[in-house]
């Protein structure tokens, strides 16, 4: 659930305390509740665009990597392996279809890294999320780097979205033991959490990044959490040559 800011937020931001970032196709502006009129930009999807759509590799079937749901299975077949482009535990999946009378004929299957035997995923909750899209839970308690898809549904198959999780360390409160300051740039520790990872010239990445003064000995950055969550992993983005 994402709630409603009746104050405006900065451009590209939504939520009540403006915590959550816009992730629409083409850069677009988010409506109020994060909601993108043209859709989710490439590596997101789910409700506001928040989570991150986990990439991976099909053999035979570009319909499935093409990131367009209107593109499907010429129902040739109806089990398709996928392998993870970087192995993570999973959560959930998404999978949308082009017909609504098969959507509950489908099993979900993962591999664990190192493994050659697949398991079946552990939950079997699923969530509708409209008359072809259904929201399929597998918390595994393996890092997977295998997903199989199995049974009828699969014939009507047009995406596939594997979650890996929200940027839950967004504008959360942040430390570290000290900051490195050049000229008038300051490498502070909120750099970390503004959702920026993109990195400009070398001179400027104060803009984007954190850093601690070299000078000062061992350096540490520490992050406090508003509430408790549920972590499945880290995704870290350093500067060039750090």
Same mark, same amino acid.
């Given at each position: 659930m994402f709630w409603l800011n009746t104050e405006a937020c900065d451009s590209g931001w939504f939520g009540d305390n403006c915590q959550y970032q816009c992730h629409c196709a083409g850069s677009a502006l988010c409506n109020q509740d994060g909601s993108c009129n043209a859709g989710c930009s490439d590596n997101w999807f789910g409700p506001a665009c928040q989570y991150d759509s986990v990439s991976y590799q099909a053999t035979r079937v570009p319909w499935l990597l093409d990131?367009?749901?209107?593109?499907?299975?010429?129902?040739?077949?109806s089990t398709i392996y /996928?392998?993870?482009?970087?192995?993570?535990?999973? @959560?959930?999946?998404?999978?949308?279809?082009?017909?609504?009378?098969?959507?509950? *004929?489908?099993?979900?299957?993962?591999?664990?890294?190192?493994s050659r035997s697949a398991k079946f995923c552990p939950d079997k909750r699923k969530a509708q999320v409209d008359d072809k899209t259904v929201d399929i839970s597998c918390q595994t308690s393996d890092v997977a780097e295998k997903l199989t898809?199995?049974?009828?549904?699969?014939?009507?198959?047009?995406?596939?979205?594997?979650?890996?999780?929200?940027?839950v360390a967004l504008k959360q409160r942040v430390y570290q033991s000290s900051t490195f300051e050049f000229a008038t740039n300051k490498w502070i520790a909120q750099n970390a959490v503004d959702?920026?990872?993109? /990195?400009?010239?070398?001179?400027?990445?104060?803009? @984007?990044?954190?850093?601690?003064?070299?000078?000062?000995?061992?350096?540490?950055? *520490?992050?406090?959490?508003?509430?408790?969550?549920?972590?499945?992993?880290?995704?870290?983005?350093?500067?060039?040559?750090?």
């Open positions: 990131k367009d749901d209107r593109t499907c299975n010429d129902e040739s077949t /996928v392998t993870l482009d970087t192995a993570i535990p999973i @959560t959930w999946v998404r999978v949308v279809f082009n017909d609504a009378d098969s959507i509950d *004929k489908i099993r979900l299957f993962y591999t664990p890294q190192n898809l199995d049974g009828d549904s699969v014939r009507h198959l047009c995406s596939l979205y594997i979650s890996g999780g929200r940027n959702g920026r990872t993109s /990195v400009y010239e070398a001179a400027k990445t104060s803009r @984007t990044c954190t850093h601690t003064d070299p000078e000062a000995g061992p350096g540490w950055w *520490k992050l406090k959490f508003s509430s408790a969550v549920d972590i499945s992993r880290f995704l870290i983005y350093n500067r060039d040559g750090n």
